[in-house]
């Protein structure tokens, strides 16, 4: 089920519709089967973790809330059913998610405070990065990547 | 292997944080496109620290970078039972 249902229309009928849209969506987020949760509570408590300057003893920059509420949206933005990422933080004080097969198989995304991500996965022999910004879809090209390393 | 495992448990008591383990990687297989271990002791604390230098600009490009030297680092080691 794709998160987004984008109603253009302004009539009631279209209203109805869009109202009844976002209540089955919510009723799956529900579900235990697709329920983003665990992924909430973990960024949750990397955040909590790592807000503090020097959170890691070596100079690291805290992880602001903007970028905390960033990397909350992309966790909403992630098709259901998706399998959920591990959370992390960075010493420049992105945060991160992570999806992870085996060692040579993982990709990992950095969210920042303007909403750039940048992202690089190990997918056997190959090594493919970029960056892009991220308003409230997650770029075909990076679900593609995660695809490729959870199907591995 | 214990004096590693002291500088852990004292950053970790510092920051009043939980050690869960470590993960270790010999400075030559630092050596991945351009990054090379140096020594940079942090003395009287941690007189055997190092730091990995020659990291490109683009945050994308430290990601990759990072994610090889994961594989290089293989897997996370618990602390032995009683070091603190």
Redo the contacts between chains.
Sequence with gaps: MSRTTKINGFSEADQIVADASHRNYRRFTELETFTKQPAYEELWERWQ?CKEPN???YAALPVEQETYNKAWRLLEALPLGFPLPSAGAEP?G?LTLEWYRH??W?V?V?I?PDGTL?????LGTE?P???CPFFDDIPESLLFLIRRVIRA | MDEIWQVGHS?AS??G?TLYGRADIRAASCNIEGLRAVARPIPPKNPNHAEIEGWPA????K??L???L??AAGKLIAPPPGTK
């Design positions: 973790e959170w890691d003893g420049d992105n060692p040579r993982t990992s950095s920042s940048h992202y690089a996965a190990l090594d990065r970029g960056s | 950053i510092e920051l944080r683009k945050i994308e490009d990601k990759a990072a994610i090889k994961a594989v």
